[in-house]
């Protein structure tokens, strides 16, 4: 399962069928286009940077979040924008993201990792020369 699939599941058991015509829409208004690494970047910066990362680790329990903590890290404008534009309750956006962010990240890996890339970056260069 994909970390896209898994936040349309989460959304639509929140929201019922009759606004699953609008989970694509709600995955691309959630994350934008810059993606499920700039929302996890976004935590991070606002200071959850332990959750984010034992969402990566296989060997400890991952840490949860809650839609108060994403809210802030969003910010309440993009998260009221999104809600208004879908037509969909900010609670209920905020809830499925809390519940299902640890897992959305899991499924999407090591590439989804804030921190992993520029390290990655910065030892395969030498090696390519």
């Known amino acids: 399962m994909t970390w896209s699939d898994a936040l349309k599941g989460a959304v639509g ?19 934008g286009t810059e993606g499920l690494q700039t929302i996890l970047a976004k935590l ?23 839609a108060d903590q994403i809210k802030t890290a969003l910010g309440d404008q993009h998260v009221q924008q999104i ?21 959305i990240a899991d499924a999407a890996g090591p590439a989804a990792n804030p921190s992993a890339p520029a390290n990655t970056g910065a030892v395969a260069d030498p090696k390519a020369s």
């Open 44 to 66: 991070q910066s606002a200071g959850f940077e332990d959750q984010v990362q034992s969402w990566f680790n296989k060997n400890k329990d991952s840490l949860p979040i809650t």
């Open 83 to 103: 809600a208004k534009s879908l037509g969909i309750p900010v609670d209920a956006i905020l809830a499925a993201l809390a519940a299902k962010l640890p897992e």
């Open 13 to 31: 058991n929140l929201v019922g069928q009759a606004e699953q015509a609008a989970l694509p829409d709600l995955v691309k208004g959630v994350l």
